[in-house]
């Protein structure tokens, strides 16, 4: 069972911390770490896909089809197959480089497409993972700075629909990040 470690209130709304395995977790939508071809890959895209199962490839070999790649920032909707949820929010996150080249806009464009996609869907609970945290190398604690910070300004912007996100993260190690980068942002919506 997966336990909340930390949240915080903002406004009628709430973002949650905890550690676990995000395929397992109920809510309306999940978000994905996706890659731009959208055809799989390891990590949490890999476990998405095999707890979702097919359905989820077949949606995103349609959506292949008419947009061919997704780029960095942006992200696109799928059926959950068989997770815990009704869509998934497949983001693109960006390859880490210097934190020069784009990286922080494209990962803050991930997390804002994510919940702008899930309010236009109807979503009131989205579960979101550590986005381009593992092979494609994001500094942790940089990462979880935009990641929290570009969902905690998109919460208080007043979603229609969407009432609580919960980080869902794979690790002490990475649950200590988003820990302290929410507690760096905790004051400014006190």
Not at 31 to 51: C, E, F, T
Not at 65 to 73: F, K, Q, V, Y
């Amino acid at each position: 069972m997966m336990k909340t470690k930390f949240e915080i209130t903002i406004g009628s709304r709430k973002l949650k911390l905890q550690t676990g395995d995000i395929t397992k977790v109920s809510a309306d939508a999940i978000g994905n770490a996706a890659n731009s071809q959208l055809r799989g890959g390891g990590g949490v895209d890999g476990a998405i896909h095999r707890a979702g199962g097919r359905s989820i490839m077949r949606e995103l070999d349609e959506i292949r089809a008419r947009i061919g790649r997704c780029p960095a920032g942006d992200a696109v909707v799928t059926g959950a197959g068989r997770l815990p949820a009704r869509w998934v929010l497949h983001a693109v996150g960006p390859r880490y480089r210097d934190g020069r080249s784009g990286e922080p806009e494209a990962l803050d464009s991930c997390y804002r497409k994510c919940l702008t996609l899930a309010d236009e869907l109807g979503a009131q609970t989205v579960t979101l993972p550590a986005i381009s945290t593992g092979v494609y190398g994001y500094p942790l604690a940089e990462a979880a700075r935009v990641a929290v910070t570009a969902t905690a300004q998109s919460l208080a912007a007043g979603p229609r629909n969407v009432t609580c996100v919960a980080f869902v993260l794979f690790g002490d190690r990475t649950f200590e990040a988003f820990t302290l980068a929410a507690l760096a942002i905790v004051p400014q919506f006190r």
